[in-house]
């Protein structure tokens, strides 16, 4: 129990009773900044701290006395601060050689990191101080406000001082790495390095060299480890990783290829004994680090990725369960970590699962937008067969902030493999693909551990199309989808990352699935569409008509076109239809030029027959004057195919 000390005095070095009488007496006769004492006291040899009891309000009654410091000439009468500053500034003087030189530079500085300044200004300023603490500069580093002083006059010196400063620290960069305030400094030497001297920046991470798994380790080191590891080409990251493959990597670095490549490359012509020797270094390496939780960093998840490319089936089942969870959210926001959160959902058990989905509450939306965390998402709404449990934790936050999602790139990909799966999206074939258990220890694991893709997908036992309806109605996900599109018609058509997602919600998803869902509602968003298309063009141009836009003349095309996939407990009129009675009827040669061509000539090989019928009574002129071409010998229409960067 925290023990609460009273006003009076306690000390090692001694005190009668009747100081601690007058001390407990004066508390209400003399003046309250009287009262105001530090919180260390030098008492004979010993210093011991003393917390004073806080005192609720009273009336002082006036003392003549109590003004006698108005001159502040007594050291008695200084406030609190002014006096525990005047201590603390006696101490440092007493103990740091270079205190005073630190408080000159410390004016300078405080006139340098003025933002309003001339740049010769920055640069002369950076001079006068590097000057001053030339020699000194490890003297001061790992003092919190020198170590901001000499990021600062890296920033504005000119390229010799730089490299003056750069040979001074470099030979004690490992220390400085260590430090809580002197590794700020390393991280800005490592950027402006990346910047400017590319040599120096080979240098700084040379020097890492044999020390990585235990700077990874370290609370503070790591964070210098994770930055150099970033900032280096593809050769320098595999001597940073090989670190943990075996000792010899870490001593002799001629053992690195001078090609990427990875750890079962590399072992593909050793022996199993090498490769036995491998898999367990790289286990006492790692579990430290998994103990204390150091799961952020970029170079962990490559070496991880490596680990389960070679540990048996055992030994990565005992990794990726102790993974899942809170510490897997933490490491989904790279390639191989999401690679890795991938692997956990589709090869972990139903309790690692219910963990992970657990975990993501209160974080769904903010993976959803991440650029790798939603490929875990998406890989969680597609193999957990318990829906009312992604319902529960994962789908009801989605809706909540369903416009900043559907409106993200990233994002919007979650809803669109809801609609429709069988589509890319910017997806790469194997993003969705977990790692495959290490084939590489021995001939034994090779036959258990031997899993193809189409067994994987057997272990959720659930039909996809009934697991997307019951995501898709269980939270009302469907219905705020389709709400969201009708609001918004004319944005997302007209964007070029909405028009998929108004595309596939208007056309009723794949299979038809929204058509169960909210038919209603899609017979509403084709009529806004319609609507949008009805309105006349802007006299003044300035604003552009939904048929002349590029993407959303192209989008209005394809659902033209598309057949529409009707339930049979549900009626309702296709898109071409709608679109034909509201707007083009009678006003196609209005519209027979320019984009907006597309979405007329369509009309002769939309699925609906009826309406292709009526719309070519009107189209038949304008194909005959040469306006329009004559599309309605095809039988089949087939989309070029949309280019998407794969992840």
């Known amino acids: 129990m925290k023990r609460k000390w009273n006003v ?42 003393v917390k004073v009891q806080k005192q609720g309000p009273y009336k002082r009654k006036f003392n003549p006395q109590s003004n006698k410091a108005a001159d502040g000439s007594d050291d008695q009468s200084l406030s609190r601060h002014k006096l525990k ?46 000057d001053k603490i030339k020699g000194k500069e490890m003297e001061m580093v790992n003092s919190h406000v020198m170590s901001r002083v000499l990021q600062t006059c890296l920033k504005f010196c000119g390229a010799e001082e730089r490299a003056s400063v750069y040979a001074q620290l470099r030979p004690h960069m490992l220390d400085m790495a260590q430090n809580i305030y002197s590794h700020h400094l390393v991280l800005k030497m490592l950027d402006q390095a990346a910047a400017d001297e590319k040599s120096q920046l080979h240098k700084m991470i040379a020097s890492l060299h044999g020390h990585v798994v235990a700077f990874l380790r370290h609370p503070v080191a790591s964070a210098v480890v ?26 002799f670095k001629g ?32 579990q430290p680090i998994l103990e204390k939780g150091i799961l952020d960093h970029s170079i962990i998840h490559r070496v991880l990725t490596e680990y389960l490319s070679i540990a048996g089936k055992s030994m990565a ?45 209160g974080n769904a939306a903010k993976v959803a937008c991440d650029a790798y965390g939603c490929l875990v998402l998406i890989a969680i709404l597609d193999i957990v067969d318990d829906t009312e449990m992604l319902n529960k934790f994962i789908v009801n936050e989605l809706v909540s902030s369903i416009e900043q999602i559907a409106f993200d790139r990233h994002g919007r990909r979650i809803f669109l493999h809801l609609l429709s799966p069988q589509k890319a999206n910017g997806i790469s074939a194997d993003a969705l693909t977990p790692l495959e258990a290490g084939n590489c220890v021995s001939d034994e694991d090779n036959e258990e551990n031997t899993e193809s893709k189409e067994e994987l997908v057997k272990a959720s036992k659930k039909d996809p199309y009934v697991r997307r309806k019951e995501l898709l109605t269980g939270s009302c996900l469907g219905e705020k989808l389709v709400d969201l599109c009708i609001e918004h018609a004319g944005y997302l058509l007209g964007g070029a990352l909405g028009k998929d997602l108004i595309y596939e919600v208007a056309k009723g998803g794949h299979d ?24 006349p063009r802007a006299a003044d141009f300035d604003e552009e008509h939904i048929f002349e836009q590029y993407h959303a003349s192209r989008t209005i095309r394809r659902l ?57 009574k009107e189209l038949k002129p304008l194909i005959d004057s040469g306006l329009l071409k004559n599309n309605g010998d095809l039988t089949e229409v087939s989309d070029r195919p949309i280019k998407k960067k794969n992840l």
């Open 317 to 361: 089942a005992d990794l990726l369960q102790q993974i899942s969870g809170s510490s897997l959210i933490r490491m989904i926001h790279t390639r191989e970590g999401a690679k890795i959160g991938v692997t956990c959902v589709s090869r972990g058990s139903r309790k690692e699962r219910k963990k992970i989905i657990k975990a993501l509450k």
């Open 512 to 535: 038809g699935v929204l058509w169960h869902v909210v038919p209603a509602g899609i017979c509403k968003l084709h009529q806004a569409i319609a609507d949008i298309g009805a309105n």
């Open 226 to 251: 994770e930055h150099a590891y970033r900032l280096s080409n593809s050769i320098q990251k595999q001597e940073l990783v090989t670190e943990f493959f075996s000792p010899e990597f870490g001593l």
């Open 8 to 49: 009076k005095t306690v000390s090692r070095g001694g005190t009668n009773n009747d100081d601690r009488q007058h001390d407990f007496s004066s508390r209400f006769s003399a003046h309250p900044t009287e009262q105001k004492l530090s919180k260390r006291h030098v008492n004979g040899p010993f210093e011991t701290s």
């Open 255 to 286: 053992l690195v290829s001078k090609t990427p490549c990875r750890l079962v490359d590399l072992l593909a012509q050793e022996p199993p004994s090498k490769r036995r020797s491998v898999l367990e270094y790289m286990t006492s390496s790692l």
């Open 560 to 616: 033209i076109i598309e057949p529409t996939m009707l339930p049979n407990n549900v009626t309702a009129r296709s898109f071409a239809r709608v679109l034909w009675d509201t707007t083009l009827k009678g006003n196609c040669m209005e519209w027979a030029t320019g984009h907006s061509q597309k979405i007329v000539t369509a009309f002769q090989i939309c699925d609906d027959k009826l309406v292709r019928k009526e719309a070519m």
């Open 85 to 130: 500053k005047k201590l603390t500034e006696a101490r440092k003087k007493h103990t740091d050689r270079n205190f005073e030189l630190g408080k000159e530079v410390k004016v300078l500085w405080e006139t340098l990191r003025r933002k309003k300044l001339e740049s010769a200004d920055h640069s002369r300023i950076a001079s006068a101080i590097l």
